[in-house]
């Protein structure tokens, strides 16, 4: 079974800092999807960005962008240019693809990121 | 945009008691999830459906069963509720083929 470790319960910055939340995960798949998803304290669950993992290539997407090293199962997140509404909860989460049914997404436990003005 | 509903915001019920919670989508997507986010644990999947009339246990099926008998509406049963299912309750929807999920804004079941 894949596993997914968030290993930062909590983590706090200044506005216009950078900061980069951790995760692991352990698969013995070789194609998957990792993901980081945020919860603002409002609640809504909302996608921030993917990797595919067959692409050596990092994921972007403007101030967000991923470290993600395959070999050792490490898939980062680096916020750069911290503003206020980025505090949130941060959850990283896998999935692996199956080619019929749903796909399922297994969670970290998540980091509680506080941007302080 | 997706646009995933949940019926209640905030929920209060009593042990024993039959709860029903409801998720509605707009995409016309095939899979449907039902997650429980309890602190220091992140989110489990409790149940998924892939399509109308279809559902797979996730990682915590027990004390909860699901209903599907519409593409757009997943239901999360609790057949008598106990103090330990005191909880946030997520939904999500996901379109066949696709890799993202679209979440409800959640459900704050509290079970005296």
């Known amino acids: 079974a894949q596993t997914v470790t968030q290993s930062q319960p909590e983590m706090s910055v200044q506005e216009a800092e950078t900061v980069t939340l951790s995760c692991t995960y352990d698969?013995?798949?070789?194609?998957?999807?990792l993901f980081w998803y945020k919860q603002p304290p409002s609640r809504q669950m909302i996608l921030v960005i993917r990797?595919?993992?067959?692409?050596?290539q990092n994921a972007t997407e403007n101030r967000f962008s991923v470290n993600f090293q395959k070999a050792a199962k490490s898939f980062s997140l680096k916020i750069s240019d911290s503003q206020l509404g980025d505090t949130a909860m941060y959850f990283c989460?896998?999935?692996?693809?199956?080619?019929?049914?749903?796909?399922?997404?297994?969670f970290g436990q998540g980091t509680r990121l506080t941007i302080n003005p | 945009d997706v646009k995933v509903t949940q019926s209640s915001r905030y929920l209060v019920k009593r042990t024993g008691e039959k709860v029903f919670l409801e998720c509605v989508q707009d995409m016309d997507h095939e899979n449907m999830f039902w997650y429980r986010q309890d602190p220091g644990l992140g989110l489990r999947l409790i149940y998924f459906s892939y399509d109308v009339k279809m559902k797979e246990k996730g990682d915590i099926p027990e004390g909860y069963s699901v209903s599907r008998e519409k593409k757009e509406r997943f239901s999360l049963i609790l057949e008598s509720a106990s103090t330990n299912q005191t909880s946030m309750y997520l939904c999500?929807?996901?379109?066949?083929?696709?890799?993202?999920?679209?979440f409800g804004p959640g459900t704050r079941l509290t079970v005296l």
């Open positions: 698969t013995s798949e070789n194609n998957y999807y």
């Open positions: 999500a929807s996901q379109g066949f083929g696709t890799d993202t999920q679209y």
């Open positions: 989460a896998f999935m692996k693809p199956l080619y019929s049914g749903a796909q399922k997404l297994v």
């Open positions: 990797q595919e993992a067959y692409k050596q």
